[in-house]
Structure formats: structure tokens, C-alpha cells
T-cell receptor, first 110, second 112 residues
Framework: DAKTTQPNSMESNEEEPVHLPCNHSTISGTDYIHWYRQLPSQGPEYVIHGLTSNVNNRMASLAIAEDRKSSTLILHRATLRDAAVYYCIYGGASYDKVIFGPGTSLSVIP | EAQVTQNPRYLITVTGKKLTVTCSQNMNHEYMSWYRQDPGLGLRQIYYSMNVEVTDKGDVPEGYKVSRKEKRNFPLILESPSPNQTSLYFC???????????FGQGTRLTVV
């Protein structure tokens, strides 16, 4: 099963960068790493994904370790709207038995 | 607007009464999936579909059925609901495995 390990919770001050870590030691060479977030009372929302290289988009950056066994989601300037549960997942070629896990609950302090 | 639409959003039903939760996407996605979310257990995959007429079990398929007769629709069927199926359900779709998945707004089901 595609299992990841993340801290249960993290806290950040508003407008400061946030680094959310994820361990995925059993990842295979063809698995993409995905990050989603879930705001209260909403469905999960895609944030970013990557395979080997670091990735940037309008929401965040994804830093992937050279051995691909861990990754870090970087929110460059946390806002109150970024308070959510962040999930790191990876899927096999068929997304077989994707496991979201409990994720990291991010609190943003004004 | 690109979206995944689930219906109903809220449902209270009795044990044993068959029900269907519909899921429809307007993005011509091949991949669709159902998850349930329970406190302390996170999101767990129930079933997924790689394309029309192709479905497979996820992590917790017991008590559920799905069908994929058309690309846009992926209904979740509970033939005989039980109280342990009380949960928040999410449908998701994507162009193909490994790409961004879009989630619906969820269906909160209570079985009494």
C-alpha cells in the first residue's frame, strides 16, 4: 500500500513561509507525488504534483529529495485561507489503493 | 465551469434501504474514484474506474457497488446500507492516473 508519513499538525504565522514535510519511503520510480489540501467543509483540492524535479505553481512549491523518499510542500507566504489539512499521497501506475492518511493540519496565526 | 457534481449533498436513510449517490464530471476524464472520510481514519478509497466499463476495488469496497456505463457518470450504490456506512463520501475524477484529481463537494450520509 502507498503509505506516507506526515506530522499531525503544524502552526505558522501569517505571511511567513511554511514547510510541510512528507515521508514516502516505499515510493517506486514511476510514482508521482501529489499534494492536496482540504479546507473545512469542502472536498480535497489539488495543490501540486511532481516526479523528480522540484515544481512550482501559483499555489506552492514542491521540493523532492534526490532519493525521492521524502518531499516538502512549501507555501511561500501563509495566509489565513491556507489553514487546512494537507495530504501528501503517491499512487501506483493504476492509483491502486491510494491511501490519503490523516494529513497535516495547518493552523495559521494572524 | 469544470466540476465534479455529487447528489445528494445530504442524505439520512434507514438500514437496508437501497440508495444511490450520483457523481458526474464535465471534464471528459477517464479516471474516477469514490472515497469515504471518517474522523481519525482520513480518506479511504472505495472503488475506482480507469475508463468506461472498467472498475476496481479500492481499500474499503465491502458493502458498495459502482458502475461506469458512461464516461461522465460514476454512481455509488449501497444495496443494503448499514449504520457503519454513515460517513462523508467524495467522488473524484482526473484525466488519467498520476494527474490532478478534482473532487466533488461531498455527500454526507447517515444510516439509522
Amino acid at each position: 500500500d502507498a503509505k506516507t508519513t506526515q506530522p499531525n499538525s503544524m502552526e505558522s504565522n501569517e505571511e511567513e513561509p511554511v514547510h510541510l514535510p512528507c515521508n514516502h519511503s516505499t515510493i517506486s520510480g514511476t510514482d508521482y507525488i501529489h499534494w492536496y489540501r482540504q479546507l473545512p467543509s469542502q472536498g480535497p483540492e489539488y495543490v501540486i504534483h511532481g516526479l523528480t524535479s522540484n515544481v512550482n505553481n501559483r499555489m506552492a512549491s514542491l521540493a523532492i529529495a534526490e532519493d525521492r523518499k521524502s518531499s516538502t510542500l512549501i507555501l511561500h507566504r501563509a495566509t489565513l485561507r491556507d489553514a487546512a489539512v494537507y495530504y501528501c499521497i503517491y499512487g501506483g501506475a493504476s492509483y491502486d489503493k491510494v491511501i490519503f492518511g490523516p494529513g497535516t493540519s495547518l493552523s495559521v496565526i494572524p | 465551469e469544470a466540476q465534479v457534481t455529487q447528489n445528494p449533498r445530504y442524505l439520512i436513510t434507514v438500514t437496508g434501504k437501497k440508495l444511490t449517490v450520483t457523481c458526474s464530471q464535465n471534464m471528459n476524464h477517464e479516471y474516477m474514484s469514490w472515497y469515504r472520510q471518517d474522523p481519525g481514519l482520513g480518506l479511504r478509497q472505495i472503488y475506482y474506474s480507469m475508463n468506461v466499463e472498467v472498475t476496481d476495488k479500492g481499500d474499503v469496497p465491502e458493502g458498495y457497488k459502482v458502475s461506469r456505463k458512461e464516461k461522465r457518470n460514476f454512481p455509488l450504490i449501497l444495496e443494503s446500507p448499514s449504520p457503519n456506512q454513515t460517513s462523508l463520501y467524495f467522488c473524484a475524477s482526473g484525466y488519467r492516473v498520476g494527474t490532478e484529481a478534482f473532487f466533488g463537494q461531498g455527500t454526507r450520509l447517515t444510516v439509522v
